[in-house]
């Protein structure tokens, strides 16, 4: 039995069909003419001529009626395309970067790729199985910590059907390891994911806890082992339901030193700041997880993708709600210092973003809002792993991650986006917030920082992302908003 074929018709099969179907009429007319004897005489009376209407010129059997002029029709200019001026001309400088030392190289790049089949010789060489598995090389610079290189491996389909694996191991110099396992699998309508994972780096940064931090930097030693399990139910367009579970041991050592700045315990010996709560200790939590987006835009591109689709992705705009909450338990404690930790917490946020497809290309213009805290429940304190925190991958990403400290953060970004390849979109940011104390206390307008950056990321969710980053990092606006941080970011990162 044949199977059922695709009776999609693009915009081009619309106009394919329209030239056969008339190619079809205009042979079916001329093979009925040749049908016909050619010395049969009618005697029907020949048709009297139509009279043009009345104002119109007399047209003869030679005239033809002209071919307009397609190419010379002027569209209307759309209220989107009309503001798109602006941040042309304000980003112009932007643009120059971006065109002649992006865009343009990587146009070369690819189109030179393609033409000598890179890609196809990269894929063969780094997968196997009819590319359902392979390794690929992995790396990760990010300017202020150390930088670490690996391998990057996947095998779709492990063992049975749509059971896919993924794992990444990482390696940066001494006391420098980084390894991550995920085994994904679809249960009823949802995505359920089993991950383990061991870090241990010995350049953690800590500058102090609370908006106004002095300019103390100090490392510290950081382990964490960690198995956790997702369960990922999507819902209407983008909107989903993530649920979690997991257990982690972490160990926090102040005594270690790394690249050239004094240990945590240093510093605390100096009268810097504060020992920090959970620093010099072993502890163990227990994760309860939960986050619910509610995202009106359709996604960019659906699940199961068939290759060589005509699939346009959708404009860009649209509202995004979130809402997330981990709840914490301390399941033990060992090497306790001065104060003890709380026997759990509870760690939650919202976040609420519109954003506007300005040419319905994918060139969004989003503004969000995030807010989170974190209260101990009952005595003790929040170890600073868990407190909230700014900088990384979190907002303000012109600081390095955990930079800032505190039981509460306000955050507002303002980012504009647009595709630079296929598989590679560009990023501005413009972000301001800071950490604060309990509820947002202490939060004053003045106390706010700024970050500015520029960056290209893969598109869509990744399990190995590609991540280019430039952003600085400014001093609250009542010290002047002076620059204090810079942060370089290239390589690839686990999305699993």
Same mark, same amino acid.
Request: glycine share 12%.
């Given at each position: 039995m044949?199977?059922?074929?695709?009776c999609?018709v693009?915009?081009?099969?619309y106009?394919?069909?329209g030239r056969?179907?008339?190619?079809?009429?205009?042979?079916?007319?001329?093979?009925a003419?040749?049908?016909?004897?050619?010395?049969?005489?009618?005697?029907?009376p020949?048709?009297?001529?139509?009279?043009?209407?009345p104002?119109?010129?007399?047209?003869?059997p030679?005239?033809?009626?002209?071919?307009?002029d397609y190419d010379?029709?002027?569209?209307p200019?759309?209220?989107?395309r009309?503001?798109?001026?602006?941040?042309?001309?304000?980003?112009? @400088?932007v643009?120059?970067?971006?065109?002649?030392?992006?865009?343009?190289p990587?146009?070369?790049?690819?189109s030179?790729?393609?033409?000598?089949?890179w890609?196809a010789?990269?894929?063969?060489?780094f997968?196997?199985?009819?590319?359902?598995?392979g390794?690929? @090389?992995t790396? &990760?610079?990010d300017?202020g910590l150390?930088?670490?290189?690996?391998?990057?491996?996947f095998w779709n389909?492990f063992?049975?059907?749509?059971?896919?694996?993924?794992?990444?191991?990482?390696?940066g110099?001494?006391? &420098?390891?980084?390894?991550?396992m995920?085994?994904?699998f679809?249960?009823g309508?949802g995505?359920?994911?089993l991950?383990?994972?061991?870090?241990?780096?010995?350049?953690?940064?800590?500058?102090?806890l609370?908006?106004?931090?002095?300019?103390?930097?100090?490392?510290?030693?950081?382990?964490?082992a960690r198995?956790?399990g997702?369960?990922d139910?999507p819902?209407?367009?983008?909107?989903?339901l993530?649920?979690?579970?997991?257990?982690?041991?972490?160990?926090?050592?102040?005594?270690?030193?790394?690249c050239?700045? @004094?240990?945590v315990?240093?510093?605390?010996?100096?009268?810097?700041?504060?020992p920090p709560p959970?620093?010099?200790?072993v502890?163990g939590?227990?994760?309860?997880?939960?986050?619910?987006?509610?995202?009106s835009?359709?996604?960019?591109?659906?699940?199961n993708l068939?290759?060589a689709?005509?699939y346009v992705?959708?404009?860009g705009?649209?509202?995004r709600?979130?809402?997330?909450a981990d709840l914490?338990?301390?399941t033990g404690?060992?090497?306790?210092?001065?104060?003890?930790l709380?026997?759990?917490?509870l760690?939650?946020?919202t976040?609420?973003?519109?954003?506007?497809?300005i040419t319905?290309?994918?060139?969004?213009?989003g503004l969000?809002?995030?807010?989170?805290?974190?209260d101990?429940?009952?005595?003790?304190?929040?170890?600073?792993?868990?407190?909230?925190?700014?900088?990384?991958?979190?907002p303000?990403q012109?600081?390095?991650?955990?930079?800032?400290?505190g039981?509460s953060?306000a955050a507002?970004?303002?980012?504009?986006?647009? @595709?630079?390849a296929?598989w590679l979109?560009?990023?501005?940011?413009?972000?301001?917030?800071?950490v604060?104390?309990?509820?947002l206390?202490?939060?004053?307008p003045?106390e706010?920082?700024s970050s500015?950056?520029?960056g290209?990321?893969?598109?869509g969710?990744?399990?190995?992302?590609?991540? &280019?980053?430039l952003?600085?990092g400014?001093?609250?606006y009542?010290?002047?908003a002076?620059?204090?941080?810079?942060?370089?970011?290239?390589?690839?990162?686990?999305?699993f």
């Amino acid at each position: 039995m044949q199977p059922a074929a695709d009776c999609r018709v693009t915009p081009a099969g619309y106009a394919r069909w329209g030239r056969q179907a008339r190619a079809a009429a205009g042979g079916a007319l001329l093979l009925a003419g040749l049908a016909s004897p050619a010395s049969a005489q009618s005697d029907a009376p020949p048709p009297e001529s139509v009279a043009p209407l009345p104002g119109a010129p007399a047209r003869g059997p030679e005239d033809q009626r002209p071919i307009p002029d397609y190419d010379g029709r002027e569209e209307p200019t759309s209220p989107g395309r009309a503001l798109l001026w602006v941040p042309r001309v304000l980003l112009y @400088p932007v643009y120059l970067a971006s065109e002649y030392l992006v865009r343009r190289p990587l146009g070369w790049l690819v189109s030179t790729a393609e033409r000598e089949h890179w890609p196809a010789l990269l894929f063969n060489f780094f997968t196997f199985g009819d590319r359902q598995g392979g390794i690929v @090389p992995t790396w &990760l610079i990010d300017y202020g910590l150390r930088p670490s290189f690996g391998v990057y491996a996947f095998w779709n389909d492990f063992l049975v059907a749509n059971n896919d694996l993924r794992l990444r191991v990482a390696y940066g110099g001494s006391d &420098l390891w980084q390894a991550r396992m995920t085994d994904r699998f679809p249960l009823g309508s949802g995505t359920l994911s089993l991950t383990g994972l061991y870090e241990s780096r010995p350049d953690s940064v800590y500058y102090g806890l609370g908006p106004d931090e002095d300019d103390a930097r100090a490392r510290y030693y950081r382990r964490q082992a960690r198995a956790f399990g997702v369960y990922d139910l999507p819902w209407v367009r983008s909107s989903r339901l993530r649920l979690g579970l997991g257990i982690r041991e972490l160990e926090l050592d102040g005594s270690v030193r790394c690249c050239d700045d @004094p240990s945590v315990d240093e510093q605390v010996q100096a009268g810097a700041y504060p020992p920090p709560p959970g620093m010099d200790q072993v502890f163990g939590v227990f994760d309860q997880a939960m986050e619910l987006v509610l995202d009106s835009r359709w996604p960019l591109t659906p699940a199961n993708l068939e290759l060589a689709s005509d699939y346009v992705s959708p404009p860009g705009t649209g509202v995004r709600w979130a809402v997330r909450a981990d709840l914490a338990e301390l399941t033990g404690q060992s090497l306790a210092a001065t104060e003890g930790l709380a026997d759990g917490w509870l760690h939650y946020g919202t976040s609420l973003g519109g954003y506007w497809d300005i040419t319905g290309e994918q060139r969004s213009l989003g503004l969000t809002a995030i807010v989170d805290f974190v209260d101990p429940l009952g005595s003790g304190a929040v170890p600073l792993t868990d407190l909230v925190t700014l900088g990384g991958e979190r907002p303000l990403q012109g600081y390095l991650g955990n930079r800032l400290l505190g039981r509460s953060s306000a955050a507002l970004r303002l980012e504009y986006r647009w @595709p630079v390849a296929v598989w590679l979109d560009g990023e501005l940011l413009y972000e301001t917030g800071n950490v604060f104390g309990k509820a947002l206390s202490g939060f004053e307008p003045g106390e706010l920082r700024s970050s500015f950056g520029f960056g290209l990321s893969a598109v869509g969710q990744q399990d190995h992302k590609f991540q &280019l980053l430039l952003a600085v990092g400014m001093s609250p606006y009542d010290a002047g908003a002076q620059v204090d941080s810079f942060r370089f970011v290239l390589g690839t990162t686990a999305g699993f």
